[in-house]
RNA sequence: GCCACCGUAGCUCAGUGGUAGAGCACACCCUUGGUAAGGGUGAGGUCACGGGUUCAAGUCCCGUCGGUGGCUCCA
């Protein structure tokens, strides 16, 4: 007999080889139906296999967190035994479980095709009405290798020879006459699986991420507990794609992308006026906090790419002309020995030069150099996205120069100023990332070493929590990333601080210290957006295209009901220009729903209606996107209240209450 | 860069190897109206680009360019 510890803390006794699923039907029926697995002592473990000894358990059922996990992994075996099936001779490798589903890498000479999913999903939905039992088996690491390669399963051979640790046991789980090298656990049997699942997409995907190796077929797929959920999700991927930015810049005309201009972005006035705004009001943060904005040059000797390292490690992603002149009308040829200049792909080592020029005292500490400092990378072409990933970018770049203790303190400012920045525009959801040494780096071992301690020690004083990417780092330091999702949920780098010892010493930064001797600046390089295009990207969707008053391109439309009002509309407009608004007047001859579902369309914050009553009292109308609403205002409280909401949050803080 | 898919009017999209289409937007005319689409007329196209197959190609085949979704990369 064993003694089991049930959730509410109950004990009941067992037969020694009992299992969970004995324990389930002993509580009742519809638990033992419902049960997925079983959380053993805290660890998940197969429903039908027997208990070692003693232990608290507790029954997981498709609700639990870890019971979707479970369905979904399965839902990526039930496919990957569809797929063999269908497709004889595809070899398996790996097919771990995502966000909101799964996918399994294939090995396939033919290639698959999104056409082939209605019948992938047919032949799932037959394994599951099949319910085969999902067993549980152990074997020698050595024999489950053989026979792996005796099936023709290389990559399956090669995940338990590279993986498995000698004189280790694998396990594998068998589902009819199918079976996969897999730690589980699983489901009970293929019956309980939800038929909840879809075929989402077709990929590419290299062999062990890769991409020196050869590239296999990714099958994504999503799976639920039940129609609902999947319905669900279905639904929020429609809403977010209406989220998506490339969509609202063309119907909010913002923006346009054109190959004449591959990975570079032609700004509308619109979006260009939400740029603006947003630039205006970062710069507005850094001149508070102290930074001195420069501008550096955009094209720079190679020889100062070389000094950097960059020429070494980026050469291939960085846009190089001749330094020469052509002289006649005919053909131009370029002298070899021609000196070459790079378009700058980021703005340190001129910074370094700016903190070189004249003099610098220990006094000058920390000197913070800012600049949006417009740089060009020649991204790889499939790696470009929307105006997320661009090949022409501005960033909100500054350097931070300061003394080895200033890092903390400065580290520490920097993190409370992003996060106000990011409260101000509405993201709550910023993940913190600290990257450590890559193995291709600058600086030796020490100097990383405390590099990496300083950082952390400053990312903790902060109390955010943050998770650490080993080898994630740039080439000349440990750096921290604040990610932002978008729309679709992808996670993008925004905010970043990295911390380099390398580049002041290899460019030749030094200060005068307290001793009279000279010494080495520490440079921080630190952006709070990020890149201009990928933020505004963001904040797009994030506002799905209804910006708050204060970043609205056009903040107020004021529209007339009869040509009569014409004349009055124009003089409110132009006391409203006069009070800092950015206003257009809609005087053309259609009917006021017209006008109203025109704007409302285009997410126009205020609408201000003017019609014969309004121009007799000098009375504004006012419509609130999002709001069928009407107040009728006077037009000089109209501009007292708008005021005050028009305010960035930056200068809404200054205003006395 | 790699894999798959896509590219038709300003936008969203139809289009069986046989004369290039619709809605919206745009221009002009009628309509002067009270909070999400009033009516009429018209203009608008190298079907991404380059080859090929065919009596005939937007449609089939090959290549190039660009986009999308992933993978790799991201100072």
Aim: a negative charge; glycine letters at 6%; one cysteine or more.
């Amino acid at each position: 007999m064993i003694q089991v510890t049930l959730p509410d803390g109950s004990v009941r006794d067992f037969e020694a080889d009992v299992t969970p699923y004995d324990v389930a039907k002993s509580i009742s029926g519809s638990l033992a139906k419902k049960a997925l697995a079983a959380r053993i002592d805290g660890e998940l473990r197969d429903l039908m296999r027997p208990l070692d000894g003693p232990a608290s358990i507790e029954i997981v059922t498709s609700v639990d967190a870890d019971g979707l996990e479970l369905i979904r992994h399965d839902a990526a075996h039930v496919l990957a035994q569809a797929v063999q099936d269908l497709f004889p001779g595809t070899q398996v490798t790996i097919g771990p479980v995502i966000d909101d589903g799964f996918y399994y890498d294939f090995a396939r000479e033919e290639p698959f095709s999104s056409e082939d999913f209605a019948a992938i999903e047919n032949r799932m939905r037959e394994i599951v009405d099949a319910d085969y039992p999902i067993e549980r088996e152990v074997w020698e690491k050595g024999a489950a290798i053989a026979e792996f390669e005796r099936l023709g399963e290389v990559y399956k051979a090669q995940i338990i020879d590279d993986i498995i640790p000698a004189g280790e046991d694998i396990t594998i789980y068998r589902q009819g006459d199918w079976f996969d090298l897999c730690r589980g656990p699983h489901l009970p049997s293929t019956g309980k699986l939800p038929k909840a699942f879809k075929l989402m997409k077709l990929a590419g995907a290299y062999w062990r991420g890769d991409s020196k190796n050869e590239m296999l077929q990714r099958l994504y797929g999503t799976a639920w507990a039940n129609e609902k959920d999947l319905k669900a999700h279905l639904t929020r991927l429609e809403e977010a794609e209406k989220r998506d930015h490339r969509k609202l810049a063309t119907q909010l005309d913002l923006f346009h992308l054109d190959s004449l201009a591959m990975g570079s972005v032609f700004w509308h006035p619109k979006g260009y006026q939400i740029w603006l705004q947003v630039e205006a009001y970062i710069r507005r943060r850094l001149a508070a906090e102290g930074y001195n904005e420069i501008k550096t040059p955009q094209l720079m000797d190679s020889a100062q790419w070389e000094k950097s390292g960059h020429w070494g490690k980026f050469r291939e992603n960085m846009f190089v002309v001749p330094d020469f002149v052509p002289d006649g009308e005919g053909e131009v040829t370029v002298p070899k020995d021609a000196k070459l200049m790079a378009i700058k792909p980021m703005n340190c080592p001129a910074h370094v030069e700016v903190f070189k020029s004249g003099q610098k005292s220990y006094r000058d500490l920390p000197l913070r150099l800012a600049e949006f400092g417009c740089c060009h990378r020649n991204e790889p072409h499939g790696a470009l996205h929307g105006i997320m990933r661009v090949r022409q970018f501005t960033q909100d770049d500054a350097h931070i120069f300061c003394r080895e203790d200033q890092i903390i303190s400065e580290t520490e400012r920097f993190c409370a100023l992003l996060q106000s920045v990011y409260d101000d525009f509405g993201f709550t959801d910023v993940q913190v990332k600290l990257s450590t040494r890559p193995d291709v780096r600058a600086g030796s071992d020490d100097v990383w070493d405390r590099a990496e301690q300083d950082l952390e020690e400053a990312i903790r004083h902060t109390g955010l929590p943050y998770e650490i990417m080993p080898g994630e780092g740039a080439f000349y330091g440990p750096k921290l990333e604040f990610q932002l999702t978008d729309a679709i949920g992808r996670v993008w780098q925004c905010g970043t601080l990295q911390l380099d010892f390398v580049l002041p010493e290899r460019l030749g930064a030094e200060y005068v210290a307290e001793s009279g001797a000279k010494e080495r600046p520490v440079m921080l390089h630190r952006a709070i957006l990020g890149s201009m295009e990928r933020f505004l990207g963001i904040l797009i969707e994030e506002f799905a295209g209804a910006f708050p008053l204060w970043l609205a391109p056009v903040q107020i439309v004021v529209a007339t009901i009869t040509s009569e009002a014409d004349p009055y509309a124009e003089r409110v407009a132009e006391a409203l220009r006069e009070a800092g608004f950015r206003v257009e007047v809609d005087t053309r001859n259609e009917k006021i729903n017209y006008k109203v579902r025109e704007h409302s369309v285009q997410k126009v914050p205020v609408i201000a209606v003017v019609g014969a009553r309004e121009a007799e009292s000098g009375a504004v109308a006012l419509r609130r996107f999002g709001s069928k609403a009407q107040s009728v205002v006077s037009l000089e409280d109209a501009i007292r209240d708008l005021s005050v909401e028009a305010l960035a949050p930056d200068l809404l803080r200054a205003e006395p209450a």
